[in-house]
T-cell receptor
Framework: AAGVIQSPRHLIKEKRETATLKCYPI?????VYWYQQGPGQDPQFLIS???????DKGSIPDRFSAQQFSDYHSELNMSSLELGDSALYFC??????????????FGQGTRLTVV | AQKVTQAQTEISVVEKEDVTLDCVYE???????LFWYKQPPSGELVFLIR??????QNEISGRYSWNFQKSTSSFNFTITASQVVDSAVYFC???????????FGTGTRLLVSP
């Protein structure tokens, strides 16, 4: 079965550079979520999109932005990278249409290292 | 606000022992969902179970079982006859009605030695 695809799997950037993480949800899933997991920490919700509209926002820095495109894939753009942005970034997708509530399926994550 | 507490930071057991991972949650909502995820050393998050607040029936899946008690706001996870492959960080999480953002606990690292 198709899973959530994240690219790249690993990314090394220097401070003050820009990074773009991509997420391809499971086909027919309409909701995408982004989470950030720092070293030794639990995943923290950043932002979510439902049908290409932002549906919820968590502790996402102003330097970060995200969007969901017409084909439902999503991109997380991170600018002016800081050392503290080094983390594992997860994308998850779910099918959230009316009256349905299913579990979110997570991608394998993108490990971002800022040096 | 919602909160999930996993008081056990790390648990070490020897293979074939049974182990229970504790999870206590807080929410004022009457409808919510509880989850367990496994994060092996490779880093991915593996979904294990989802339970809604109206379903207190315990569940067993192979060596895994879950005990949901609303009276104590707990959703504990037991692994029977643990195996080395069970070594991972286990996260308990909560979300409100309709799939919204997950609030994770801080995780419990389980080490199973041969």
């Amino acid at each position: 079965a198709a899973g959530v695809i994240q690219s790249p799997r690993h990314l090394i950037k220097e401070k003050r550079e820009t990074a773009t993480l991509k997420c391809y949800p499971i086909p027919r899933h309409d909701t995408v979520y982004w989470y950030q997991q720092g070293p030794g920490q639990d995943p923290q919700f950043l932002i979510s999109f439902y049908e290409k509209m932002q549906s919820d926002k968590g502790s996402i820095p102003d330097r970060f932005s995200a969007q969901q495109f017409s084909d439902y894939h999503s991109e997380l753009n991170m600018s002016s990278l800081e050392l503290g942005d080094s983390a594992l970034y997860f994308c998850a997708s779910s099918l959230s249409r009316v009256q349905m509530n299913t579990e979110a399926f997570f991608g394998q994550g993108t490990r971002l290292t800022v040096v | 606000a919602q909160k999930v507490t996993q008081a056990q930071t790390e648990i070490s057991v020897v293979e074939k022992e049974d182990v229970t991972l504790d999870c206590v949650y807080e929410t004022r909502d009457t409808t919510y969902y509880l989850f367990w995820y496994k994060q092996p050393p490779s880093g991915e998050l593996v979904f294990l179970i989802r339970r809604n607040s109206f379903d207190e029936q315990n569940e067993i899946s192979g060596r895994y079982s879950w005990n949901f008690q609303k009276s104590t706001s707990s959703f504990n996870f037991t692994i029977t006859a643990s195996q080395v492959v069970d070594s991972a960080v286990y996260f308990c999480a909560l979300s409100l009605t309709g799939f919204q953002k997950l609030v994770f606990g801080t995780g419990t690292r389980l080490l199973v030695s041969p």
